[in-house]
């Protein structure tokens, strides 16, 4: 997160102090409880829907998790009442309701989780080639000398250029390793160490590791499909930890149990979470984990720091930062 806060601490005469509905937890209404705006938060009671909310409350700061699953087709009578600004805490939008997008700006947390996220993709990638988990001798008629995975010389695949896409970027650059990567727009310039590839059939056709770090749209729905998965080398590791729907999951599972692709490790399915009994659970292809590779030690903190810095910019009556775009849907 790297937006500068804004320096000066005086509010602009058009905007009064802000009344917040606090749907981040303690730790984000700490952070901005000594905010130089004197904004009045109110702290949402967690057992009622996150769109009730306030009318005299001029900003929402929401997340998915705070039970927009539940969220009604059409908005509710009197929405978005006095809302003028709603910051959330993830990076895709697709978990709320159309409605929630189609009225006051809405800012999103671009950035916030990107080095726990690759963080995750580096520790799948090595686990993948080494199979330390899987080497275990568990007596001693298992001792034996097991050939191990190497990253050198492989080529990893990046769809999706992101703060995520960078962060990887960064992170698997020491080990040796060759970096195509497909970007939606245009490379303003090349950086060093990578290479742009041109379509997504391009980028599983060379790639050993690929990780899909893309937003969710209408245009990358069903992106990994039968015929993409049929251009793939077999050595191929799909990381997804993007969105569920990017993947045609049983598209992907036909390929690993037909040998087209070696492996796939999953932060996000679809739907979320899977149902009773898919075999996405037990493939011993697959390393499965709850959506969870944004999380890590700083969470609340990288959040406040983002809320922060949009913040200043609301409270003096100037832009704000990472604002979701609806024609990009990201």
Known sequence: MNTPRIESRRASTSVRSPIIVNQLGAEVRAALADH???????DHPTDRAPWEIAPEADVLLTRPLAGWHG??????????????????ASTGVDFFP??????PVVTVGRGISADPIAEYVLAAILSFEKRIHDIRPRSRAEWKITPLGSLSGKTIGIAGFGAIGRAVVERVKPFG??????????????L????????IEELVAV????VLALPATSKTAGLINADVLARSKTSLHLINVARGRIVDQRALLQALDDGRIAGATLDVTDPEPPPEGDPIYHHPKVVLTPHVSWTGGEDAKRLADKTLVNLDAYA?????????DKNLEY
Do not use: C, M
């Open 36 to 42: 130089w705006s004197r904004p009045l938060i109110i």
């Open 98 to 103: 159309a409605w929630l997008l189609d009225g």
């Open 177 to 190: 390793v060759n970096i195509r990567v497909l970007r939606r727009s245009a490379w303003p310039y090349v």
């Open 71 to 88: 969220a009604p087709a059409e908005k509710p009578a009197g929405w978005p009442f006095g809302l003028r600004w709603i910051q959330t």
């Open 316 to 324: 003096h009556g100037v832009a704000l930062a990472d604002v979701f």
């Open 207 to 210: 790639s050993d590791h690929l």
């Open 192 to 199: 060093p160490g990578i290479q742009p590839v041109d379509s």
